[in-house]
């Protein structure tokens, strides 16, 4: 796992094709790398710059190119520097009060490549600001506001006549998947904005990826239907009118779901029902479907005779490729891993549905143990993973992934469960989760785990959950108020809400208001569904991760339940990691982490566990016991 890259935001300048890669085995490091014409790989600025923004703290797309220039930002002090690659980067923003307090992201060059647009988020005072500004692309000038006033901003765009520009924002409560706002407005020469106008939204409506086609005419993804359609700001019509999602929830900067191709025709993606498409509208309204081997397709650009698109599939890592020819031609760029997994070891999911509590259909993702090498008990049913995702507002995807085949290879079956409020099956499923977090999310992953019970899939005395950050909270509160589980892991989890909702970054101080409840009327229910106010009904064995530089679920949500397991006999292991965030970067870290579940699960099912270069030292482990 330490050789797997995370790639992003691949875009053509000319016949140049430029992509991001975030290398653990760097530390983390993110690197934005360009293929020339000729074939030619090669890094944009040198090992002692990393690109990286921690606008949002999520962060996102945090780099551009025009004519060959290449802007980002640098994760080390979050100013925006030029480069000419091979040259040595120069800054064009000024270095900020105080370390890293003045953040930008999702920066888009103007036509004529005078000035920049982007997102700039200001930390003063315990204060934080978020606008969108201009930026003289030589340094020459301050940044000028062009907009502010919301509470966020994202998506700036701007028409490729240079004459109008557009951008999406919201405040709270409201997250962007509730509600946004879109305006357009006239852009000038000089980088100044004027006649900011609203394009007709509802109140209650999730705008989101503006763009304009070649003749400057303004779309959009908008679900006012109940799914992510495509609009035109001329027109209340989609543009293909269907019930599939062909957007995704804004979490990073830089979604690109559908584009523009160099003659004009629409390239889209749709998921519906798990399952992903792409194809183009042309000019005749006439939409064709491409046939794709992919369960996966984001960040959709046009290249000089098609589009690039980061992909992957059941049996492929995510890739960057390039489509010509209406999609009857691909070309593979680059890949976040080669895959080394024989054929007869990998794990192959199977798109399931369970019944829910309230006899609705809930979602998952199956995947049966699998390695040629190693066979179990003749008659003995597997182990089982409940994996569940974070956000909540997110979507688990059936992509090849070494985390889920590091477990099917080593005897567990493992399900990625899209709970209520996963994302690509409509708003009416997204929206279930409102004031349910905490308790729907729990219930679906115990009526998932139950299914492949009664569906003879799994051992019933093997069942096991595990989840990151919002996903954290959902494992800590199924193992606490449920007496399904044997044991879990908590991967930066949420376990006092009430913290949460006082102690957050500002993207998500409102959050819970939505999900939970008002804050602080609703005070009681987020005890309730507080793992922290409930310590004594957490007895099952639970290992908990957590990065001690994590600003999004600070430390002492991890060290308050550390305290309490100790107390209370309850085996436990805790691993925390200097110099780590709200989810692991770096490549020992993450080995780490792997190996110390899997030691930690081994102990509890009371098996040997070979190759594990250091067990995992349990707290209590005389308080274990074996069936």
């Known amino acids: ?279 183009e509208k042309n000019g005749a309204g006439e939409v064709r479907e491409w046939s794709i081997p992919y369960s996966s397709v984001q960040a959709v650009n046009p290249s000089p005779r098609g589009v690039v698109a980061i992909v992957g599939g059941p049996d492929s890592p995510p890739s960057i490729v390039v489509f010509e020819d209406h999609g009857t031609s691909r070309r593979q760029v680059a890949t976040s891993f080669v895959c080394s997994i024989p054929n007869d070891t990998l794990s192959h999911p199977e798109t399931l549905e369970f019944s829910r509590g309230d006899g609705s259909v809930g979602h998952c993702y199956f995947y049966p143990p699998r390695n040629a090498a190693w066979v179990g008990p003749v008659g003995a049913l597997p182990p089982v993973i409940v994996q569940v995702h974070g956000g909540p507002t997110s979507q688990s995807l059936s992509v090849l992934s070494y985390r889920t085949q590091f477990w099917t290879s080593r005897g567990f079956a493992v399900v990625d469960v899209n709970y209520a409020g996963s994302t690509g099956y409509g708003r009416e499923y997204r929206n279930l989760l409102r004031g349910g977090f905490g308790a729907l999310d729990v219930q679906d992953c115990v009526d998932a785990a139950q299914f492949l019970v009664t569906s003879g899939r799994v051992n019933p005395d093997g069942l096991f959950i595990h989840g990151g950050s919002s996903g954290g909270m959902t494992t800590l509160n199924a193992l606490a108020f449920h007496e399904v589980f044997t044991a879990g892991a908590s991967y930066y989890g949420i376990a006092d809400l009430t913290a949460l909702a006082s102690d957050t970054h500002k993207f998500e101080a409102r959050y819970l208001d939505s999900v939970v409840a008002p804050w602080p009327e609703g005070a009681e229910l987020y005890r309730e569904r507080s793992v922290a106010f409930h310590k004594e009904k957490l007895r099952r064995p639970v290992i908990i991760f957590q990065g001690l530089d994590d600003t999004v679920v600070p430390p002492d949500q991890a060290e308050v339940l550390v305290t309490a397991l100790r107390s209370a006999g309850v085996p436990f292991a805790y691993i925390s990691y200097e110099g780590e965030g709200h989810g692991f970067r770096q490549a020992a870290n993450i080995m780490r982490t792997a190996e110390a579940e899997l030691s930690f699960y081994g102990q509890v099912l009371g098996i040997a566990i070979p190759d594990i270069a250091e067990p995992v030292f349990i707290e209590n482990a005389q308080a274990l016991t074996t069936a």
């Open 1 to 279: 796992m330490a050789q797997v890259v995370s790639l992003g935001y691949p875009r053509f300048d000319g016949d140049t094709l430029y992509w991001e890669e975030m290398r653990p085995n760097e530390g983390g490091r993110g690197v934005v790398v360009r293929q020339l014409a000729s074939g030619i790989v090669e890094e944009c600025f040198g090992p002692e710059f990393s690109v990286g923004t921690m606008v949002h703290e999520y962060g996102g797309r945090s780099w551009t190119v025009h004519q060959g220039i290449l802007y980002f930002s640098q994760r080390s002090d979050q100013r925006l520097y030029r480069v000419i690659p091979g040259q040595t980067p120069v800054p064009i923003t000024a270095e900020p009060p105080d370390e890293r307090s003045v953040r930008f992201a999702d920066p888009v060059v103007t036509p004529s490549g005078s000035h920049l647009i982007c997102v700039r988020e200001t930390h003063r005072d315990g204060v934080v600001i978020n606008d969108l500004v201009t930026i003289a692309t030589d340094g020459a000038s301050a940044p000028m506001v062009v907009a502010g006033g919301c509470d966020f901003y994202a998506h700036p765009t701007v028409s490729p006549q240079g004459q109008r520009v557009a951008w999406i924002c919201w405040n709270h409560p409201s997250m962007p998947w509730d509600a946004t706002e879109l305006y357009v407005a006239e852009l000038s020469d000089t980088g100044q904005i004027s006649g900011h106008r609203r394009v007709g939204t509802l109140p209650e409506e999730s705008v989101l990826e503006p763009q304009f086609d070649g003749q400057g005419i303004l779309h959009f993804a908008s679900d006012r239907s109940g799914w992510w359609n495509i609009y035109r700001e001329d027109s209340a019509e989609a543009l293909l009118a269907i019930a599939a999602e062909c957007a995704h929830p804004l979490w990073q900067f830089g979604n690109s779901s559908y584009t523009f191709a160099n003659d004009g025709t629409l390239i889209l993606t749709w998921s519906s029902r798990g399952q992903v498409h792409l194809g």
